[in-house]
């Protein structure tokens, strides 16, 4: 997601800055940093981070603001958790300004549509899953993972295009025919996408995923 910066008043770029700020207050002071220290957990982080700039700098669209790219932060919120996950979109945003024409006085409202939006979606489906779905692991798969990961880029997408429509930038025709128009190409490829790599972790690498636990989801059957 790309935003010039030029869209929005200097009130709208102050506000997303300070709620920023205290986003990435709340997600450092409360992350479990002592999984940072685990062997390779560290390595494999900062290889997130790559991986989702990567995966964020290609986009396409028309209009400055309706650019349409994969999201990847469902399969980061299982493996690190909502604070690392934030911190990672953070990072990448940063790499991502470093190598393209991102405004960077915009990357914060990039950051709470693109980022905290689907990592709130990600997260709170897991955690409705756990207190009320039985521990089985295809409903870890097939929800937590393939379903979470559709919902979060629909929130994502749905943020981005009311935020554009109610303050006046676009109208809702636009919005709808350049943007909105093209969800079913981005929803079932992000699932498809996220559910196929924590898949592919559960069965080789289920230590990757912090939100898994063979105990819960096999032993405990």
């Known amino acids: 997601m790309l935003f010039d910066a030029q869209l929005f008043t200097t009130g709208t770029l102050l506000s ?4 920023f700020a ?5 997600a450092l002071a409360g992350a479990p940093w002592w999984q940072l220290y685990q062997p390779g957990r560290l390595h494999l982080f900062l290889g997130s981070v790559l991986g989702i700039a990567v995966l964020w700098s290609l986009s396409a669209g028309i209009s400055p603001g309706l650019s349409l790219h994969y999201l990847g932060v469902t399969t980061l919120t299982l ?3 909502w604070q690392f996950t934030l911190l990672a979109v953070a990072l ?3 790499l991502v300004a470093l190598f393209t024409a991102q405004d960077w006085a915009s990357l914060p409202l990039v950051f709470l549509l693109s980022g905290l939006v689907p990592v709130l979606v990600s997260h709170g489906l897991l955690r409705l899953v756990e207190r009320l779905l039985p521990p089985h692991p295809f409903i870890y798969l097939y929800v937590c993972a393939f379903a979470g990961a559709a919902l ?12 554009l429509s109610f303050l006046g930038i676009y109208d809702l025709e636009k919005i709808t025919g350049e943007y909105l128009i093209y969800l079913p190409l981005l929803v079932l490829p992000e699932a498809i996408l996220n559910g196929t ?3 592919a972790m559960v069965m080789l690498k289920p230590e990757w995923l912090c939100s898994w636990s063979d105990e819960r989801y096999i032993r405990g059957r």
């Open 22 to 26: 205290f986003v990435m207050w709340r």
């Open 16 to 19: 997303s800055g300070l709620l």
């Open 92 to 94: 990448a945003l940063v």
């Open 152 to 163: 979060a880029i629909l929130a994502s997408m749905l943020a981005v295009g009311g935020l």
């Open 79 to 81: 493996m690190f958790g």
């Open 197 to 199: 790599l924590v898949t």
